[in-house]
């Protein structure tokens, strides 16, 4: 995948990734019984205690990526599940590789491996202490749809900032080789975006209009306060990847930027698609009634009852 840097001509954004961001993004919402929030909640929370516990940020944001990108595909199938289930660490590995490998086409190529990699050979990470900014972001709900002078259109159930975070850094790492970015700049960046939503509520663009002259310096003090939760260096790495947040100047810049406006866009986007849904895709597209022992059973079940 050619790098784009020339921003006044030419493709400003990827478009072979489309539907693997697409399909990633419902990490935000797959739950499984016994864990709680979602994929992409504790995926936020584990980057977090790994990083207080001193890991490696650059290692980190891969093996993020790598699990997040597994996961699409794999749901809750994860490592640790396999562990329960009886699976051998190789077992396991060859199968998330498998997952990924199923989503990871469009992928930049050495991106791709760097990734597979972290997959094939996992490491564990010592957690150390959570922040309370994060458990605070993943209890802090987003907006929803605002406009100034608009009522709010509210959309349920509502993601939170703990994963619209971790979505956002995973894809920033997916965008990073079109526009030539550090992907571990990018993805630290993208996890300590809204570090003031731990205490803020969001009310959205609406919120920050109404805010007024008040806006910057509510954000800057509701930050200094996040960021003092963590020591050095720690502190230091993360203030200095929030720089890339102020405009699209740098190729970072352009990647966490392109990577939130991709989220945003399609956490809306998921709502309206499952409101359009039909039964002709459910039954025919992806085979609800599948191949099985019982199918023709099945059918005639549901043409006697004339359903659907």
């Not at 997040?68 to 699976?87: C, K, M, N, T, Y």
Request: hydrophobic residues 50%; negative net charge.
């Amino acid at each position: 995948m050619a790098a784009s840097h020339d921003l006044a001509g030419g493709a400003q954004a990827p478009l072979p990734l489309r539907e693997l961001l697409v399909e990633l993004n419902d990490i935000k919402r797959v739950r499984s019984a016994g864990r709680d929030g979602s994929i992409a909640e504790r995926l936020f929370l584990q980057a977090w205690a790994a990083l207080t516990g001193g890991a490696d940020p650059a290692a980190l944001a891969l093996d993020i990526t790598a699990k997040a990108l597994a996961a699409s595909r794999l749901g809750d199938l994860d490592a640790a599940f396999l562990a329960v289930a009886g699976l051998s660490p190789g077992q396991a590995s060859d199968v998330l590789v498998r997952g990924f490998d199923e989503v990871a086409g469009p992928l930049d190529p050495v991106l791709a491996e760097r990734l597979r990699a972290c997959l094939s050979a996992p490491r564990d990470w010592t957690p150390g202490p959570l922040p309370q900014f994060a458990l605070l972001q993943a209890d802090q709900p987003r907006a929803g749809v605002t406009c100034p002078g608009k009522p709010r259109i509210l959309l349920e159930p509502p993601e939170n900032h703990a994963e619209h975070c971790l979505v956002v850094a995973v894809y920033g790492v997916a965008l990073s080789p079109f526009y030539g970015a550090d992907p571990t700049t990018v993805f630290v960046a993208a996890l300590a975006h809204h570090l003031h939503n731990a205490l803020m509520p969001d009310a959205g663009f609406t919120g920050e209009i109404l805010l007024g002259d008040h806006l910057d310096a509510v954000i800057a003090t509701l930050s200094e306060r996040a960021l003092s939760e963590l020591d050095a260096p720690l502190r230091g790495v993360v203030a200095s990847s929030r720089k890339i947040l102020a405009d699209d100047r740098t190729a970072e810049g352009r990647a966490f930027h392109a990577a939130d406006v991709v989220d945003r866009v399609l956490q809306i986007a998921q709502h309206l698609r499952a409101a359009s849904l039909t039964m002709d895709t459910v039954l025919g597209e992806m085979a609800l009634v599948h191949d099985g022992p019982v199918k023709g059973f099945h059918d005639r079940v549901l043409a006697d009852m004339r359903l659907p």
